[in-house]
């Protein structure tokens, strides 16, 4: 056997034996958390909060996914200053596992933290696949939440949630950077979660400054 040959076969096994490390780590860790692979189609008008839900459920249920419970990472406001509900209390404890098995974040807090292992390699689809970022063309880093860094609906004033995800128009929504790059939150990382707010609500303006209207999906079961 040939220098060559022998090194061919040794690459060959190496990447066998990630691929079925890959398949094992799947099926010990059903998918419970994905990035949408595509969005509603009308900017970031997803029908509200229950829109947003049945979209992850069907993303999952195309898949094969047997889980029931998926909820959007979406924050709303009320007016007045009413209390809005937050992103991070409607997708259940964790832990949570991407379309190959890999763990994005152990529990709430975790996925709050700077130890959150959500980025361009693990924020995966529901298919399994990578959504472009930053550098690449097209540019889909801009993923919507409406939320806060920790998790929670902003306080900050004006719209942050394209009128609770109702608006295809006028408006704005907060959103975050799946592949952590771009604007700083502290000195250790970009924000998955909350990174700046869109140019405005539409398909067009959301594919201007980076997005697609994707947003992020858990299994709260």
Not at 71 to 91: F, Q
Request: with cysteine; hydrophobic share 35%.
């Amino acid at each position: 056997m040939t220098r060559t040959m022998r090194l061919s076969l040794v690459i060959s096994t190496a990447l066998l034996s990630v691929g079925v490390a890959a398949g094992v780590n799947a099926q010990q860790n059903p998918m419970t958390f994905f990035l949408t692979s595509a969005g509603k189609g009308n900017g970031a008008d997803l029908g509200g909060l229950d829109g947003a839900d049945a979209h992850c459920q069907a993303l999952a249920k195309a898949t094969g996914s047997a889980l029931t419970n998926w909820r959007a990472y979406l924050s709303t406001t009320l007016p007045a200053g009413e209390a809005g509900i937050n992103a991070r209390d409607r997708i259940g404890k964790g832990p949570w596992h991407n379309a190959k098995g890999v763990m994005v974040a152990k529990s709430v807090e975790d996925l709050h933290s700077e130890a959150a292992n959500v980025n361009k390699q693990t924020a995966l689809t529901e298919k399994g696949d990578i959504v472009p970022g930053g550098g690449d063309t097209p540019n889909m880093h801009d993923i919507l939440t409406g939320s806060d860094p920790m998790g929670m609906y902003s306080t900050a004033g004006g719209d942050t949630t394209c009128g609770n995800w109702t608006k295809s128009a006028e408006g704005s929504a907060i959103v975050g950077h799946h592949d952590r790059r771009g604007l700083k939150v502290s000195r250790h990382m970009t924000s998955w979660n909350s990174s700046h707010g869109s140019r405005g609500c539409s398909q067009d303006l959301l594919k201007a400054s980076g997005g697609a209207g994707l947003f992020y999906c858990f299994a709260a079961n």
